[in-house]
């Protein structure tokens, strides 16, 4: 599937909540656009997809090009939604309002770009709250977004959407894990045949890099805490390997795509980046064994030093830290020695199901005009 991107958004602060985002609540699921008028793309569809998770909220809007889609508009920040969440039970009213902020700078661009379909997912801080649905009507209500609450398994289903073109060129089965801030999905997939994978099972983990880091000091991890961090992973992954005939060397055979801001960031450092640039770290493939090691090095340094590392940074010192130890307890647990590196997940899982009826990305391989890229 080819992504082509017109436009990469950063993380503007002029959006504004309630009237004036350009966005209307009923432009959620408007008729279906049955023509395109020309070559140019006058009247086609344009698709967006948001991606509320527990740490980020994230937003793609796209048009379809041939055999894909491309990126006109993008925006991603932190808001941590799921802050205290594991103590409390309930969205705190901060985070609140720091995940309705950047939802109205979504609203503004969706309304800007005047969106035709859009889908906003959210996952697990919004599952596990006791007062999701008050969150859910205030960002209706304030932003226009109507955010649809989906399961694990929905999540697992967009995660691997999200990646299918990277899976285009494997055999066999692959195993994608998405450590996410509230949960951690590993999914594994069949991808011998023609057409999108096929899900095999998967699992979500309860651990994810915001609800650990409530568990782990800022300036670093204890041996112990180390150690039982890594063993509740790799107990809830032991029936999973057992029933798939993964433990003991069966998945000597399996691709492992790696999809999270944990990943990347690692693949940053150990690409010797200075910034991050999408197009050097999407789609890598990388030794397992290096990540791994450098993974284990990030965990024991001091936030100070965490800092000065590029691509890490003050912004992502303290939550990479428990991503590191999820990311060690998941890839320990299987014998393969080569890792895919994905910066894509569910947003992009949400353009491809949004798209499945447009003529145009589902063209035949054959008549594509440009077959390079991914997404």
């Known amino acids: 599937m080819t992504v082509n991107s017109e436009k990469s958004g950063g993380q503007a602060s002029n959006g504004s909540r309630r009237a004036g985002n350009g966005f209307r609540p009923d432009a959620a699921n408007p008729p279906w656009p049955g023509s395109y008028p020309d070559s140019r793309g006058h009247g086609r569809p344009v698709y967006g ?17 041939h055999g894909g889609f491309r990126v006109i508009d993008a925006f991603s920040r932190i808001v941590r939604l799921g802050e205290g969440l594991s103590s409390t039970g309930m969205l705190s009213e901060q985070a609140m309002d720091r ?51 989906i399961t ?51 699992l979500s983990i309860p651990l994810g890099v915001v609800t650990l880091s409530e568990r782990i000091d800022a300036d670093g991890i204890s041996r112990a805490l180390y150690e039982d961090i890594i063993g509740e992973v790799e107990n809830a992954l032991a029936d999973f390997n057992i029933r798939n005939g993964l433990a003991n060397g069966g998945s000597e055979d399996v691709t492992l795509v790696g ?20 197009s050097l770290v999407d789609g890598a493939q990388v030794e397992l064994a290096e990540i791994y090691k450098l993974a284990r090095e990030v965990t024991f340094l001091d936030h100070a030093s965490r800092v000065a590392i590029p691509c890490i940074g003050d912004e992502r010192a303290r939550l990479v830290v428990p991503g590191c130890v999820i990311f060690e307890a998941i890839v320990s647990s299987w014998k393969i020695d080569k890792l895919m590196v994905a910066d894509r997940g569910i947003r992009e899982g949400v353009l491809r199901k949004l798209m499945r009826r447009d003529p145009l990305v589902n063209a035949p391989k054959r008549q594509l005009a440009n077959a390079n890229g991914g997404g």
């Open 152 to 202: 694990p398994a929905e999540e697992a289903r967009l995660a691997v959407m999200g990646c299918w073109s990277l899976l285009e060129a494997c055999s066999g089965r692959a195993i994608i894990f998405d450590i996410g801030g509230g949960s951690t999905e590993v999914i594994l997939t069949d991808v011998s045949g023609p057409g999108e994978p096929r899900i095999i099972d998967w």
């Open 259 to 278: 999809t999270s801001g944990t990943v990347t960031t690692l693949t940053s450092v150990h690409l010797g980046l200075q910034e991050y640039d999408r």
């Open 49 to 65: 997809a948001v991606d509320l998770g527990t740490n980020n909220c994230r937003l793609l809007v796209a048009k379809p090009v």
């Open 99 to 149: 995940a309705v902020d950047a939802l109205a700078v979504c609203a503004g661009k969706l309304g800007r770009r005047q969106t035709t379909r859009l889908r906003a997912v959210a996952t697990e801080a919004c599952r596990a709250a006791g007062n999701s649905s008050h969150f859910v009507d205030r960002v209706r209500e304030e932003t226009g977004i109507a955010l649809d609450v």
